[in-house]
């Protein structure tokens, strides 16, 4: 199912990623809170951080927009936007060149915001290199689009690799089920849903 999800996104070489007005890396909760009195928070999956500061570091675009994802039941965490920032100062990105949204809870929402750093005077359509997770980037885009962008997608956090390719003649554990097989399920039932809300097939 994951492959039918993220079908036709292929992973893309930065050699073959055009120039555009902005790089803009949507949020996914990346970053998760431990249990505890502390307030530690640890990566899930630093995909979509990481390409989008490659992409920078490549001069792929003037600026690098994280949207500022939040989570509203856990109102202690910064924006993820704001955590993102932070993290790439630290790998030696200049501050003048990071940007975040205002909180977001969707990408509808993460596409108005991002909306707003482009005036419409000067950017009747703007470019911009959309990095987010393959399994979200045709509903991302279709929704990007809609509120006026040209987009250039850049896929990554591929999740079919693991499931679709092995081969039980190779290991016969995938035989067995899994929980990593059951959380890749459970993501492409939620992208399909997404996609029906936004009637973005």
Same mark, same amino acid.
């Given at each position: 199912m994951m492959k039918f999800i993220e079908h036709p996104w292929e992973r893309v070489e930065l050699k073959f990623t055009k120039k555009t007005d902005a790089i803009v890396v949507l949020s996914s909760g990346n970053r998760k809170s431990i249990r505890g009195k502390s307030k530690v928070l640890e990566w899930h999956d630093p995909d979509r951080f990481f390409a989008g500061i490659t992409l920078l570091r490549e001069s792929k675009a003037p600026k690098l927009i994280f949207t500022g994802g939040a989570n509203p039941y856990k109102p202690?965490?910064?924006?993820?936007?704001?955590?993102?920032?932070?993290? !790439?100062?630290?790998?030696?990105?200049?501050?003048?060149?990071? %940007?975040?949204?205002?909180?977001? %809870?969707?990408?509808?929402?993460?596409?108005?915001? /991002?909306? +707003?750093?482009?005036?419409?005077?000067? %950017?009747?359509?703007?470019?911009?290199?959309? /990095?987010?997770?393959?399994?979200?980037?045709?509903? !991302?885009?279709?929704? *990007?689009?809609?509120?006026?962008?040209? /987009?250039?997608? *850049?896929?990554?956090? *591929?999740? +079919?690799?693991?499931?679709?390719?092995?081969?039980?003649f190779n290991d016969p554990y995938n035989l067995l089920p899994s929980a990593d097989s059951l959380m890749v399920s459970s993501l492409a039932f939620r992208e399909i849903i997404g996609r029906i809300v936004y009637r973005s097939w």
């Open positions: 202690e965490i910064s924006l993820q936007g704001n955590i993102y920032i932070e993290d !790439a100062i630290a790998y030696g990105l200049p501050k003048n060149k990071l %940007f975040s949204t205002a909180k977001v %809870f969707n990408t509808l929402q993460e596409a108005k915001a /991002v909306r +707003n750093f482009f005036p419409k005077k000067s %950017f009747e359509n703007p470019k911009i290199t959309l /990095v987010t997770s393959a399994y979200h980037m045709q509903r !991302a885009k279709k929704v *990007f689009e809609r509120e006026g962008f040209n /987009v250039q997608p *850049f896929p990554v956090d *591929f999740k +079919n690799n693991k499931i679709i390719y092995r081969s039980i």
